[in-house]
């Protein structure tokens, strides 16, 4: 069992930056990779940014070159660093853990608007 929590949302100003965080507890050594999803009202699901225990990357091209993923692997943490915000980025971003043999897990979600 894996829980997520999420935080860092809020609202910002366009080319402003925020820096997100998700906290993993429970089984955490069943972890090999988290990543960022968000969803706009609307909208679809997307993925954002995935990260594996290894360090290995991927983005969405829509946020490649402005955000930065990263973990720390002592405090079972991920980070979603976000430059250069623009108004489309504005949406819930949900944390997602996926622990070997088990369905993934979600945070709860924190909200991140910007606009003028």
């Known amino acids: 069992q894996v829980q997520l929590v999420e935080s860092g949302g809020g609202l910002v100003q366009p080319g402003g930056s925020l820096r997100l965080s998700c906290a993993a507890s429970?089984?955490?050594?069943?972890?090999?990779?988290m990543g960022w999803y968000r969803q706009a009202p609307g909208k679809q699901r997307e993925l954002v940014a995935t990260i594996t225990r290894g360090g290995s990357t991927n983005y969405a091209d829509s946020v490649k070159g402005r955000f930065t993923i990263s973990r720390d692997n002592a405090k079972n943490t991920v980070y979603l660093q976000m430059n250069s915000l623009k108004p489309e980025d504005t949406a819930v971003y949900y944390c997602?853990?996926?622990?070997?043999?088990?369905?993934?897990?979600w945070g709860q979600g924190t909200q991140v608007t910007v606009s003028s």
């Open positions: 997602n853990a996926r622990p070997v043999g088990l369905p993934p897990a």
């Open positions: 429970g089984s955490i050594f069943s972890i090999y990779a």
